[in-house]
C-alpha cells in the first residue's frame, strides 16, 4: 500500500527564515521534514533516540550551466531528528550540508552524475524488483531512513485551459527498503512538498 500527502508553504517565508538563520532554502526543507518526522513519530512513540538519516541528491550544477544532461550526486545528511529544539536542528543540519557542497563540487570529475534519459525508467524498476525479490534491504544495514528531494521549479505563475495553476506537488520513485520520499519543489510563490 501507498499513500500520497501534500502541503504547499509560503516561499517568502522559507526565504526569510533561510536568511534569517544564514542557511540556505535547502537547509529549511531538510528542517521543515525533520519537524514534521519528529513530531509524527514522537505523537506515535516511535521517536527513535538516534537522527533520521536521508538520502538528498546535490546538485553540482554550476551557475550559469544550461547543458541538458544531469548532473547531481546523492549525499546523506543527518536530520536531527533527536533534537526537540528547531534551531539546535538546524544548526545541526546546516553545518555538515555546506561542507558536503564544497566537498562534492571539488569531487565532480571523480562522481558519476550523467546518467542516460532513455530507458532509465525500466531500468530503475528492473533494479527496485530485484532488490525486492532478492531481499537485500533484509541483508544489508540501512544506510538512510528516507530521500528528501528539493528541486527547483517555475518561479512564475503557470496556465493551463486559461486556468492559473495553483500547485505542483510532485511524486518520486518509491524504492524498496525506503518507505519514506518527500519531493518538494518551488512553484511560483511555494514551496510544494
Not at 541483508?139 to 528516507?146: C, D, K, M, S
Request: aromatic share 4%; proline share 7%.
Amino acid at each position: 500500500a501507498r499513500s500520497f500527502a501534500a502541503v504547499s508553504v509560503p516561499l517568502a517565508e522559507i526565504k526569510a527564515l533561510a536568511h534569517a538563520h544564514g542557511a540556505t532554502i535547502n537547509d529549511l526543507v531538510l528542517m521543515l521534514c525533520a519537524g514534521a518526522l519528529r513530531s509524527y513519530l514522537q505523537h506515535r512513540g516511535a521517536l527513535p533516540r538516534k537522527s533520521l538519516v536521508a538520502a538528498v541528491p546535490i546538485s553540482l550544477r554550476e551557475a550559469g550551466d544550461t547543458r541538458a544532461d544531469n548532473q547531481a550526486s546523492m549525499s546523506l545528511v543527518s536530520l536531527g531528528t533527536h533534537l526537540a529544539d528547531p534551531a539546535k536542528r538546524l544548526r545541526h543540519i546546516t553545518r555538515p550540508t555546506a561542507s558536503m557542497k564544497s566537498t562534492m563540487g571539488r569531487m565532480k570529475r571523480i562522481l558519476p552524475t550523467a546518467y542516460p534519459s532513455i530507458g532509465v525508467p525500466w531500468l530503475i524498476e528492473a533494479a527496485a524488483s530485484l532488490y525486492g525479490k532478492a531481499r537485500v534491504a533484509e541483508r544489508l544495514p540501512q544506510v538512510a531512513n528516507l530521500v528528501i528531494s528539493n528541486v527547483p521549479g517555475p518561479q512564475v505563475p503557470l496556465y493551463l485551459a486559461g486556468a492559473r495553476v495553483l500547485s505542483n506537488h510532485p511524486t518520486s520513485i518509491g524504492v524498496h527498503g525506503l518507505a519514506l520520499n518527500i519531493t518538494v519543489q518551488s512553484f511560483d510563490a511555494s514551496m510544494d512538498f
